[in-house]
């Protein structure tokens, strides 16, 4: 994987984007001069229309990320990756008539954009029936050793059998700890020397995978396996690296307190959220007034009750705020203001209110939030105070995810489908402690581009 702004990108999944990006731009061209010759007007250098042919790539591209074209499924199923790439084809264009009318230079004729875009669907679809296997297959994959094998261990076995993954275990070492439960792993004393071991295999990566690490770190065994050039990661770290989340059964204290990340250098980049939220929050609000007033009275029309309700939140350094939302349960929905999970297909909610929680229409009136300053357009999703005490009781590091400004939506929202329980809080929190510890500004980017996909394909929306 490569890291990007603190964030991990796997290697084919670059390597696919650069194709991709290449494609595209020579697509423009073909069309461009396909045109050209149609109507018999002269070809000019391609460097007189660089603008438009970037424009064109740009576009389609950041539709591809945003509909999750790169995604794990995309790499194992042609059917999957051809529907992505038709709705991200289809935002595409939508994004490139909004750019040609704001500004003209970079205006495609309608007739290059036609063939532009078929002739960059053929060759997208092309690329991925001929090379999504092998992108998804075992040749970008790293080959890691891991020392252990206990349950930690077998963890790391099982997420390996998972479809997408990015590493292949090329064997395991069992270190004398007790409790173990790998078949075939290799005894350390049968191994005469280990780093030997580990080239013969030919690993990359070697992962510390021990029950107890107490005096117990082959110390002079690390060192010889990473001076030969081998990596050497902490189970912690290689799963939130493989995950991109916090594994909170392998974490600790100590950990989270040494690793990198929660850097409180990151005043420009507060800076610039800050910017983006008061811009976006206003131009938003703009847009979206007719939806949300519409919405409003298609609420009042459905049920007695006001149309929108005010909740109190737990938000930055646990303090409460109140969020505004369009109603979607009835008036009568919570006892007393006692709080309540949401349940899959949950009563309470009123017709109006399932499809504008698909949609996630009921959310927009926190933008004014946002604009206000107790809320951000990503970051965790501020919970209720009920909730929060009873999280924090029985999560280990729940307070930790109240570090950060909450969001509208987040890395959780994008990654696990909606949650009402506390495993499932457990899992998004994973989730959310991963974004606190790896914030930036491209993350950011890239949640709110993904939110779009969760938009399209609601998964688990309650």
């Not at 073909?30 to 740009?58: D, N």
């Not at 959310?363 to 357009?377: A, C, D, H, I, Y």
């Not at 991963?434 to 929306?461: E, H």
């Amino acid at each position: 994987m490569v890291r990007l702004f603190k964030h991990y990108v796997p290697y084919a999944v670059l390597l696919l984007g650069f194709v991709d990006a290449i494609l595209l731009i020579c697509a423009a061209e073909i069309g461009w001069v396909v045109r050209a010759r149609q109507i018999g007007m002269e070809v000019e250098p391609i460097s007189t229309r660089i603008a438009q042919l970037v424009t064109f790539a740009a576009s389609l591209q950041i539709a591809l990320i945003a509909v999750g074209a790169y995604g794990v499924a995309s790499f194992l199923s042609l059917r999957f990756a051809a529907a992505r790439l038709a709705v991200a084809f289809s935002l595409g264009v939508i994004f490139l008539s909004l750019i040609f009318f704001l500004v003209p230079a970079l205006t495609f004729w309608r007739s290059n954009l036609l063939y532009a875009t078929v002739i960059a669907a053929v060759l997208l679809v092309t690329v991925r029936a001929v090379l999504g296997r092998a992108f998804g297959g075992d040749t970008f994959k790293r080959r890691i050793i891991v020392l252990g094998a206990g349950r930690r261990a077998a963890r790391i076995r099982a997420l390996s059998e998972q479809p997408g993954i990015n590493f292949v275990v090329a064997g395991f070492v069992a270190m004398g700890e007790p409790g173990a439960v790998i078949d075939g792993a290799i005894p350390r004393e049968d191994i005469p020397n280990l780093s030997a071991h580990i080239v013969d295999h030919n690993a990359s990566e070697v992962v510390l995978a021990l029950e107890e690490r107490r005096n117990a770190l082959p110390l002079k065994d690390l060192l010889r396996v990473r001076t030969t050039g081998v990596q050497v990661s902490e189970i912690s770290s290689f799963l939130e690296r493989e995950t991109g989340r916090i594994d909170l059964n392998s974490v600790n204290p100590s950990w989270l307190i040494f690793s990198d990340g929660f850097a409180s250098g990151r005043m420009l980049s507060s800076v610039f959220k800050r910017a983006f939220d008061i811009v976006a929050s206003l131009i938003l609000l703009t847009i979206t007034l007719p939806v949300i007033l519409l919405t409003a009275l298609a609420i009042k029309a459905e049920s007695r009750g006001p149309a929108f309700y005010r909740q109190r939140r737990v938000g930055l350094y646990n303090q409460d705020f109140d969020i505004l939302k369009l109603r979607s349960m009835r008036q009568d929905a919570e006892v007393a203001g006692e709080a309540v999970w949401a349940a899959e297909q949950d009563p309470r909610i009123t017709r109006i209110g399932r499809l504008i929680r698909k949609v996630r229409i009921d959310e927009l009136p926190q933008t004014w939030t946002v604009l206000r300053g107790e809320m951000s357009f990503v970051g965790p999703r501020p919970e209720r105070p009920q909730f929060v005490d009873q999280l924090e009781e029985q999560l280990p590091y729940y307070a930790e995810r109240h570090m950060v400004k909450p969001g509208i939506t987040g890395w959780a929202q994008i990654n696990y489908p909606y949650g009402a329980s506390i495993d499932d809080a457990r899992h998004k929190l994973e989730y959310d402690l991963y974004y606190a510890k790896n914030y930036s500004p491209f993350l950011d980017m890239l949640i709110l581009l993904q939110t779009l996909r969760v938009v399209i394909w609601p998964g688990g929306a309650r």
